[in-house]
């Protein structure tokens, strides 16, 4: 049975970009030590921007400093547009982080769509599960990639990655990569993970911060209906796995008992 989820919430922004530094660098040295690679997926909104803030401070020792030449990046959603398209994910987490890292600095390994599929989503989705399966199978042999860190952020309807409530694709047990045609939040077109492989990271780590969030945040944490939502499903799945990354604004009302600081 697994237990909560972490529900940390910080008074002021510094605090929570140096906690959320130590946490991903911690995810980090632990899959170093254990498989010497670190693949992490990524979301788009406002994660791209807080975690290249967090990443791109200086470190004080080996230990507390991030060993890009190691990291495989992929996205955990992607919109079907171009890559330097104002809607993308990849080109916010290069303008908000890659392109900023130091040139004295090794650069990760990013793994973006195919913009080959751009009219395909299937396809690209399918590519795009070809592409994690290079990654993870062939030194895994899994049957669900296990991310060593997954960044996420949630929609104000309690989405996450592109995965939207009430949404079919959420009883999805087999696929990786899944196709979307129609999604809620524009553009229509993207692909995600599928929940299994979301809620299956080894750490999973949700940037929500602001009085916007507050509303969701509550139903997420305090209501048996907001545990059936995206946000809540991966909660419920990983449990302990997860850690909120949050502020005051957002956490106002919260009767979360666990709430705390790391
Ligand atoms: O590409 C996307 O649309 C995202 O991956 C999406 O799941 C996002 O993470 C949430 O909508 C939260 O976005 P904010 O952090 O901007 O609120």
């Not at 290249?52 to 470190?59: F, I, Q, R």
Request: glycine share 6%.
């Amino acid at each position: 049975m697994p237990t909560a989820p972490n529900l940390y919430s910080f008074d002021n922004p510094t605090d929570l970009v140096k906690n959320l530094r130590a946490f991903i660098i911690d995810a980090q040295n632990s899959s170093l030590e254990r498989h010497d690679v670190f693949r992490v997926a990524v979301s788009g909104g406002s994660l791209p921007k807080t975690m290249g803030e967090a990443l791109l401070m200086k470190g004080t020792s080996k230990e507390d400093t991030p060993q890009f030449a190691k990291w495989e990046i992929f996205y955990a959603d992607e919109r079907a547009v171009p890559l330097d398209h104002e809607d993308s994910n990849h080109r916010l987490v290069k303008e908000e982080f890659l392109d900023k890292i130091p040139e004295d600095m090794d650069k990760p390994t990013v793994f973006p769509i195919d913009t080959k599929y751009l009219d395909d989503v299937q396809e690209m989705a399918d590519q795009y599960e070809k592409t994690l399966v290079k990654s993870f199978a062939a030194r895994d042999s899994v049957r669900i990639p296990m991310f060593d860190l997954i960044l996420l952020g949630c929609g104000p309807d309690g989405h996450t990655c592109s995965l939207f409530p009430g949404s079919p694709l959420l009883r999805e047990t087999e696929a990786w990569v899944l196709p979307i045609f129609d999604s809620p939040k524009p553009p229509p077109k993207r692909i995600t993970l599928s929940l299994p492989v979301a809620s299956h990271g080894i750490k999973i780590g949700y940037l929500a911060t602001g009085a916007g969030k507050k509303e969701i945040l509550q139903k997420i944490f305090d209501t048996e209906e907001g545990r059936g939502l995206p946000c809540g499903l991966v909660n419920e799945f990983a449990g302990e796995r997860v850690s909120w990354f949050t502020d005051s604004a957002a956490t106002e009302g919260v009767s979360f008992p666990s709430r705390s600081t790391l």
